[in-house]
């Protein structure tokens, strides 16, 4: 079945960065585009970030356009998500999610998430 574990979340001052990993398992991983979603307290899911089966292609929500960095190493079945200059409203349960999740949401494969903080 589809295993989506995420890791590297935590607590992390403004302006600080954190690297969010994502391991895959049960599909071809290869073979699909990957999504980061993630979901503040009180608020709805929001896509994040999406990158195609191979890599080469690459989109980002506005509110984290520069500052983040998504990508994958398709022999290891790992997505990752580099995020820099964190701010207060990154604050969130970050998900990872199989497929193109950037019109509509698939609950069923999303990972368990792991939980940003960005506070002083």
């Known amino acids: 079945q589809v295993q989506l574990v995420e890791s590297g979340g935590g607590l992390v001052q403004p302006g600080g960065s954190l690297r969010l990993s994502c391991a895959a398992s049960?599909?071809?991983?290869?073979?699909?585009?990957m999504t980061w979603v993630r979901q503040a307290p009180g608020k709805g899911p929001e896509w994040v970030s999406c990158i195609s089966n191979s890599g080469g292609s690459t989109w980002y929500a506005d509110s984290v356009k520069g500052r983040f960095t998504i990508s994958r190493d398709n022999a290891k079945n790992t997505l990752y998500l580099q995020m820099n200059s964190l701010k207060p409203e990154d604050t969130a349960l970050y998900y990872c999610?199989?497929?193109?999740?950037?019109?509509?949401?698939?609950?069923?494969?999303w990972g368990q998430g792991t939980q940003v903080t960005v506070s002083s």
């Open positions: 049960g599909f071809p991983f290869s073979v699909y585009y």
């Open positions: 999610a199989r497929g193109d999740q950037r019109a509509s949401f698939r609950r069923n494969y």
